[in-house]
């Protein structure tokens, strides 16, 4: 059997997770239980596993459920990376995860402290912005002594240790690589200076509302077309509408401002600007052209059903089987509808094919009840069994 990227995964701290196992892990892994079992919180455990490293990835998971890229968040940045974390103690917090497969990273150890420091004005990046620009134009920009003060801010350290060795103690410093990071409040120029690429594995995470934002969705249309992969795009589209025949970015003419946007072409209604469709067309659109862009790595799904019209399911999830293998990307989805359960179940054909895992939360741990393909099959169509 070919090894997968992630084979088996152990949440054992993370948020309000503890100990929770998800054992032999399948191309698609269905995560269902009741509201606040924790399954999104597994979807963004899986996406700081996969790249510890990279302080983008951290702020984009911890913000995730509110929408919001890296600038503007209703809850501070600080904040929405404090709860990330399973609290131990005053003024620290601890993310522990361990796994196996594929991929290069066995085990990850997370601590964070909060810290304090005096920076003058200039050391912000308001200020190093202004220098570097006023370099670039051949000038010079200077601070004045009244600008200069000195300012008390918090921040957040992260001690970052990952293991390669599964059999190794995470202490085991022959195969123990540590990085130490300082996040500071409204200091958002983050970089990760020093990027490993055997410790990163290519993770893409869907929310309930991603498809609505327009950033970023013209580079994956691009990237698509550049690898062929819109004609497949195309196929998944008609599945909601039998009308689109193309998809294409385009500058509107009529327009001062040159601006590029997605335009669908539809057989009856003409060259349509892509927001102009509903939230089922622009969610499936999403779907297809973020899994062209984690190819080879695994793709996390929030309510994998959200938007998605019950009778569109299961030729929509016919086609997302067929190209999570032909792109060798494993899927992990929350879902709360039995209609979507059951649309998976007909168009996979293997245990390894599809697995649903039920999370239970009890007192001080979330217990996991797994179902492979065959399992799941005979309590659905066989008993018509509640697997929610």
């Known amino acids: 059997?070919?090894?997968?990227?992630?084979?088996?995964?152990?949440?054992?701290?993370?948020?309000?997770?503890?100990?929770?196992?998800?054992?032999?892990?399948?191309?698609?892994?269905?995560?269902?239980?009741?509201?606040?079992?924790?399954?999104?919180?597994v979807l963004e455990a899986l996406s700081i596993y996969c790249n510890s490293l990279d302080l983008r990835n951290w702020i984009i998971t911890a913000t995730a459920r509110e929408g919001n890229p890296l600038t503007t968040s209703p809850t501070p940045i600080l904040t929405s990376l404090r709860w990330l974390f399973a609290q131990e103690k005053h003024q620290t917090g601890i993310?522990?995860?361990?796994?196996?497969?594929?991929?290069?990273?066995?085990?990850?150890?997370?601590?964070?402290?909060?810290?304090?420091?005096?920076?003058?004005?200039?050391?912000?990046?308001?200020?190093?912005?202004?220098?570097?620009?006023?370099?670039?134009?051949?000038?010079?920009?200077?601070?004045?002594?009244?600008?200069?003060?000195?300012?008390?801010?918090?921040?957040?350290?992260?001690?970052?240790?990952?293991?390669?060795?599964?059999?190794?103690?995470?202490?085991?410093?022959?195969?123990?690589?540590?990085?130490?990071?300082?996040?500071?409040?409204?200091?958002?120029?983050?970089?990760?200076?020093?990027?490993?690429?055997?410790?990163?594995?290519?993770?893409?995470?869907?929310?309930?509302?991603s498809h609505c934002s327009n950033i970023g969705q013209i580079k994956l249309l691009s990237d698509a077309s550049f690898h062929n992969f819109k004609a497949d795009v195309l196929d998944l589209l008609s599945q909601m509408?039998?009308?689109?025949?193309?998809?294409?970015?385009?500058?509107?003419?009529?327009s001062t401002d040159f601006y590029a946007g997605i335009y669908i072409q539809h057989k009856r209604l003409g060259l349509v600007p892509l927001s102009s469709f509903g939230d089922g067309v622009r969610r499936l659109?999403?779907?297809?052209?973020?899994?062209?862009?984690?190819?080879?790595?695994?793709?996390?799904?929030?309510?994998?059903?959200?938007?998605?019209?019950?009778?569109?399911?299961?030729?929509?999830?016919?086609?997302?089987?067929?190209?999570?293998?032909?792109?060798?990307?494993?899927?992990?989805?929350?879902?709360?509808?039995?209609?979507?359960?059951?649309?998976l179940l007909a168009v996979n054909e293997s245990a390894s094919d599809l697995v649903l895992y039920r999370l239970e939360p009890k007192e001080n741990l979330t217990k996991v009840i797994r179902h492979d393909w065959s399992r799941l099959k005979r309590l659905r169509e066989n008993l018509g069994m509640e697997v929610r």
């Open 95 to 209: 993310i522990f995860i361990s796994g196996d497969g594929q991929f290069a990273v066995k085990k990850i150890k997370v601590t964070y402290e909060e810290i304090e420091g005096m920076f003058s004005q200039k050391q912000s990046a308001r200020f190093n912005s202004l220098e570097k620009l006023a370099e670039l134009i051949g000038t010079e920009y200077k601070l004045t002594n009244e600008e200069d003060v000195l300012q008390l801010k918090k921040g957040l350290s992260l001690k970052i240790e990952l293991n390669d060795d599964q059999s190794k103690l995470l202490d085991d410093k022959s195969s123990h690589f540590i990085k130490t990071y300082q996040i500071w409040e409204n200091d958002f120029l983050l970089s990760s200076d020093e990027i490993i690429d055997e410790y990163i594995l290519l993770k893409s995470i869907i929310t309930t509302t």
């Open 285 to 343: 659109l999403h779907i297809a052209l973020k899994l062209a862009s984690v190819k080879g790595g695994i793709l996390l799904i929030d309510e994998l059903e959200a938007t998605i019209h019950t009778e569109a399911l299961q030729n929509s999830f016919q086609w997302l089987a067929k190209w999570s293998k032909e792109m060798n990307v494993q899927i992990f989805a929350t879902t709360h509808s039995l209609e979507a359960v059951d649309a």
């Open 1 to 41: 059997m070919t090894t997968r990227n992630l084979e088996n995964i152990t949440i054992h701290q993370f948020r309000g997770l503890k100990e929770l196992e998800l054992k032999d892990l399948g191309q698609i892994n269905l995560l269902v239980g009741v509201n606040n079992s924790g399954k999104t919180s």
């Open 241 to 254: 509408d039998s009308n689109i025949s193309d998809v294409e970015i385009l500058a509107d003419p009529k």
